[in-house]
């Protein structure tokens, strides 16, 4: 196996660490992410022929290339188990051709059916086996409790991801009352042995402003690991260890439209994403770095449009920006966290400039990047924006054109593609199935904007019988059986907190001890 390991984007770790300490650790030192210290490359050859391999060893060659402290052997059982029949397609991530030059990519065949679940099916495997790993190299005497502040969705995966992890337990806050009632029932509803969900008095906010001030109470963190030997983590989407799975499916995808005969080897694909956070897309560009033949990226925002200016100006500015409400949540964002990755590669790694601009980001709400930088990335990256109606409109579209429901995030993406897209062929990153977002498509297939009201026969359906309905007027793709079957399913957690410092940690300790 190659040996690499780790830096930090604001070059505080002085001594690389390998990938298990990366992945347990999170976020470096000094606030920077980590990243790999060699990028492996594959030859075109090597990219094509993963295609003759199942998905979870395609993934294994992948993590071996960069480089994992762990047994090949513990690599490959650990994605056999992340990557086998907890999807409900053999190939995990399909890819939906809608004509010659426009494949999707679907990432939601997994047990939430969304994209989180690439990534949350990996990591909690992979985070449970480096701590055993690091417990017996002596360096680490205690287990973990991942606390999470959802607005919904990552709530979700990360707890189907975590459950029965050896070493772990995870606790998830959601806002009471302030999810869909989908999300709800997927969570109250939620299997395994180490798992806690709470619902929180106040709204997305509180919750994470909550959690936060308990990571950050020194003295609690410590009377957790004298009474109960936790130490708490987020496990959140910075981690390098929800990165790299992503940039297996961009490699396999590729490999997949060649052995498909939809693509000849070498043939420029270009990428769309729906982006946030900006791990998806970042992914896509590791991957281009690593020898996919990849032409452009496409950023796609939504109304929050922050990442899209900045590709377009070099100003990443929110100073001045409201937080806009859309039908694509997973998207509204402003501070784009892993986009300080992109950043450290961009600059050829001065982490002295990245650490001057999340300065100036977190001191003056805005950064402006030099002109070489802009430059290159103007040669990866384009970007655009698509309001809401642009949404619900493109999934309409979609519909009537091809007989396939997108999911607002999707649509978003799709749209973007449409605008933006030169002579290469386009693979769109899908990122949920549209039973995730059944008011939206709903509203969308019948023309009813985000401001009326939904006629009472349907405003008084349940998320799953509203999701069946659609399903019997579009004939398109089933609802997942996950989603399907809500209804039915015992609620196992009804306990709602208020969102204070003092009450957040008293439930932490009481689920410790349980
Ligand atoms: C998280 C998420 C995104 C955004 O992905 P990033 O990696 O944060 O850019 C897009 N769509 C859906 C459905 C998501 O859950």
């Given at each position: 196996?190659?040996?690499?390991?780790y830096?930090d984007?604001?070059?505080?770790?002085?001594?690389?660490?390998?990938?298990?300490?990366?992945v347990?650790e999170?976020?470096?030192?000094?606030?920077?992410?980590?990243?790999?210290?060699?990028?492996?490359?594959f030859?075109?050859?090597?990219i094509v022929?993963?295609?003759?391999?199942?998905?979870?060893?395609?993934?294994?060659?992948?993590?071996?290339?960069?480089?994992?402290?762990?047994?090949?052997e513990?690599?490959?059982?650990?994605m056999?188990?992340?990557?086998g029949?907890?999807?409900?397609?053999?190939?995990?991530?399909?890819i939906?051709s809608?004509?010659?030059?426009?494949?999707?990519?679907?990432?939601w065949?997994g047990?939430t059916?969304?994209?989180k679940?690439?990534?949350?099916?990996?990591?909690p495997?992979?985070?449970s086996?480096s701590?055993?790993?690091?417990?017996?190299?002596g360096?680490l005497d205690?287990?973990f409790?991942?606390?999470v502040?959802?607005?919904?969705?990552t709530?979700?995966?990360a707890l189907?991801?975590?459950k029965?992890?050896?070493?772990?337990?995870?606790a998830?806050?959601y806002?009471?009352?302030?999810v869909?009632?989908?999300?709800?029932?997927?969570?109250?509803?939620q299997?395994?042995?180490?798992?806690?969900v709470?619902?929180?008095?106040?709204n997305?906010?509180?919750?994470?402003t909550?959690?936060?001030?308990?990571?950050?109470?020194?003295?609690f963190?410590?009377?957790?690991?004298?009474?109960?030997?936790?130490a708490?983590?987020?496990?959140?989407?910075?981690?390098w260890?929800?990165?790299?799975?992503q940039?297996v499916?961009?490699?396999?995808?590729?490999a997949?439209?060649?052995?498909?005969?939809?693509?000849?080897?070498?043939q420029?694909?270009?990428v769309?994403?729906?982006?946030g956070?900006?791990?998806n897309?970042?992914?896509?560009?590791?991957?281009?770095?690593?020898?996919?033949?990849?032409?452009?990226l496409?950023?796609?925002?939504?109304?929050?449009r922050?990442?899209?200016?900045?590709?377009?100006?070099?100003?990443?500015d929110i100073?001045?920006?409201?937080?806009v409400?859309t039908?694509?949540?997973?998207?509204?964002?402003?501070v784009?966290?892993?986009?300080?990755?992109?950043?450290?590669?961009l600059?050829?790694?001065?982490?002295?400039?990245?650490?001057?601009?999340?300065?100036?980001?977190?001191?003056?709400?805005?950064?402006?990047?030099?002109?070489?930088?802009?430059?290159k990335?103007?040669?990866?990256?384009?970007?655009?924006?698509v309001?809401s109606a642009?949404?619900?409109?493109?999934?309409?579209?979609?519909?009537?054109?091809?007989?396939y429901?997108?999911?607002?995030?999707?649509?978003v993406?799709?749209e973007?593609a449409?605008r933006?897209?030169?002579?290469?062929?386009?693979?769109?990153?899908?990122?949920?199935?549209?039973?995730?977002?059944?008011?939206?498509?709903?509203r969308?297939?019948y023309?009813?904007?985000?401001?009326?009201?939904?006629?009472a026969?349907?405003a008084?359906?349940?998320?799953c019988?509203?999701?069946?309905?659609?399903?019997?007027?579009?004939g398109?793709?089933?609802?997942?059986a996950?989603?399907a079957?809500l209804?039915?399913m015992?609620?196992?957690?009804?306990?709602?907190?208020?969102?204070?410092?003092?009450?957040?940690?008293?439930?932490?300790l009481?689920?410790?001890?349980?």
């Open positions: 196996m190659a040996e690499n390991n830096v984007t604001r070059g505080a770790v002085k001594e690389p660490v390998p990938f298990t300490e990366a347990i999170g976020l470096a030192p000094g606030g920077g992410l980590f990243v790999p210290q060699n990028i492996p490359t030859s075109l050859d090597e022929s993963l295609a003759d391999v199942p998905y979870a060893q395609r993934a294994a060659r992948v993590y071996k290339a960069f480089g994992v402290d762990l047994p090949d513990t690599v490959d059982a650990l056999a188990q992340a990557y029949d907890n999807f409900d397609d053999e190939a995990i991530c399909p939906t809608l004509d010659d030059k426009t494949h999707v990519l679907e990432l065949h047990p059916s969304a994209f679940d690439m990534a949350l099916q990996c990591l495997r992979f985070f086996a701590a055993k790993e690091l417990r017996a190299r360096k205690h287990e409790l991942i606390l502040a959802t607005s919904g969705d709530g979700k995966a189907e991801g975590f029965d992890q050896d070493g772990v337990k995870i998830v806050m806002p009471d009352g302030g869909s009632d989908v999300q709800y029932k997927q969570m109250a509803t299997a395994g042995d180490n798992v806690m709470w619902g929180v008095r106040g997305f906010d509180d919750c994470q909550g959690a936060k001030a308990v990571f950050g109470d020194a003295a963190n410590e009377r957790l690991m004298a009474e109960q030997k936790v708490l983590s987020s496990a959140n989407s910075i981690n260890g929800r990165l790299l799975p940039v499916y961009y490699l396999s995808s590729y997949q439209l060649v052995a498909d005969g939809k693509l000849a080897a070498g420029e694909l270009d769309c994403v729906p982006t956070n900006f791990g897309i970042l992914a896509a560009y590791y991957a281009k770095r690593m020898g996919a033949p990849i032409g452009m496409l950023c796609a925002s939504n109304e929050n922050v990442l899209t200016d900045f590709i377009n100006t070099g100003v990443y100073s001045d920006r409201e937080f409400l039908p694509s949540p997973s998207m509204d964002i402003l784009s966290s892993n986009l300080e990755r992109q950043l450290f590669e600059t050829g790694r001065d982490s002295q400039a990245v650490a001057q601009w999340m300065d100036d980001l977190k001191r003056e709400k805005r950064f402006r990047v030099d002109a070489g930088t802009f430059e990335m103007r040669a990866l990256y384009a970007s655009d924006s309001d642009a949404c619900l409109d493109t999934i309409k579209r979609t519909y009537e054109r091809t007989g429901l997108l999911d607002p995030h999707t649509a993406a799709f973007v449409e933006l897209r030169g002579e290469n062929p386009v693979l769109v990153a899908s990122t949920a199935h549209w039973a995730k977002f059944g008011e939206a498509v709903y969308a297939l023309g009813i904007g985000l401001d009326e009201g939904l006629p026969e349907v008084a359906l349940t998320g019988e509203l999701n069946a309905l659609i399903e019997r007027e579009t398109a793709a089933p609802v997942p996950g989603l079957r209804d039915e015992p609620v196992r957690f009804t306990e709602v907190i208020d969102g204070t410092v003092d009450a957040i940690e008293g439930a932490v009481s689920f410790c001890a349980s």
